[in-house]
């Protein structure tokens, strides 16, 4: 199967330091970029460590975490999406901080070959996208980069071994497995409300204050076997227990037919289109497509303060 459009549209900043373009390939960076995470005292059997408060040379920005925030964390550190596939199964969860080199290679691969990106410049992109997802993992629990795992049963079709024989090379050293023959087969982020919400983002822009799906790709080898169907599907359940929104938004580009049907049969409709001014900056343009899911019993208070504060926003303003 193709690979998702969100994979074709990447725009992000990591703040302060680094900002990408992309779509104009051009590159604005300064170093050092400086990382960590939490500290303290969830069980050593979590893959996060929580605490209520953390150090003031931290890059977190939001002081300290919430009785919410702290139960969101256990959520995403708990969710789990499985699904048996006609050749195999796939699970669905939270990246863990050790799986962020991996998830990078993925990417970086991904993004070059939708981009159209020299071969010469995927380290630099890998680079760039370390920094940025490094950069995003500061944010939970507003964000979450979720990865797949998949589990082959059956012999995979013929087309998938010749694809397979192409990635060889590429899956050398990037490679990471999970218990018995389970690998690492795609990945998708999500910003569940405007704290998680990206600096830049590509037109046309999503509401800042809705969920966003976005940056999903698939292992080229492991393609055409429903994982991005899936990687969809888990995003949309993750954001139904996370968020009290239930407006979805993502990307896709007007050339990608195959990604278009995918979103369209998962019920996703266009709400806005590019401008053909766009080609002007050597971008393609793209749909801004919506989906409203069914409310969640699971909701978050902070989002429900959130979109309360919004709508008395909009009432002052008289927008």
Excluded at 150 to 161: I, N, R, V
Aim: charged fraction near 20%.
């Amino acid at each position: 199967m193709a690979a998702p459009s969100s994979l074709f549209s990447l725009s992000f900043t990591v703040d302060p330091q680094i900002q990408i373009q992309i779509q104009n390939l051009s590159f604005s960076l300064s170093l050092p970029f400086h990382f960590s995470l939490f500290s303290s005292t969830k069980p050593r059997s979590s893959a996060f460590k929580l605490s209520s408060s953390h150090s003031p040379s931290s890059p977190l920005t939001t002081g300290f975490l919430t009785d919410d925030d702290l139960r969101r964390l256990n959520s995403l550190d708990s969710f789990l999406y499985r699904r048996d596939l006609p050749s195999g199964s796939l699970s669905v969860r939270l990246m863990r901080p050790h799986e962020t080199r991996p998830t990078v290679l993925l990417l970086a691969h991904s993004f070059a070959e939708s981009l159209l990106i020299p071969a010469a410049y995927v380290n630099l992109l890998a680079f760039l996208i370390n920094q940025y997802l490094l950069q995003r993992l500061t944010l939970l629990p507003n964000t979450a980069t979720l990865v797949a795992f998949y589990t082959q049963t059956q012999p995979p079709p013929t087309s998938a071994k010749e694809d397979e024989g192409e990635q060889l090379q590429e899956d050398e050293g990037e490679q990471l497995h999970e218990g018995e023959g389970a690998r690492l087969a795609g990945t998708v982020e999500i910003c569940f409300n405007r704290r998680g919400a990206n600096a830049s983002v590509p037109s046309p822009t999503p509401p800042r204050d809705s969920p966003y799906i976005c940056n999903m790709a698939v292992r080229k080898s492991l393609r055409r076997r429903g994982i991005g169907w899936h990687l969809l599907k888990a995003s949309e359940e993750l954001i139904s227990q996370m968020s009290s929104l239930k407006e979805v938004y993502l990307h896709c580009r007007m050339i990608d037919e195959a990604p278009f049907k995918m979103y369209s049969k998962a019920d996703y409709k266009i709400v806005k289109t590019d401008s053909i001014l766009v080609l002007l900056m050597l971008q393609r343009r793209k749909h801004l497509m919506c989906k409203k899911l069914p409310l969640s019993s699971m909701t978050s208070e902070s989002d429900l303060i959130d979109s309360k504060m919004d709508m008395m926003v909009l009432s002052l303003t008289g927008e």
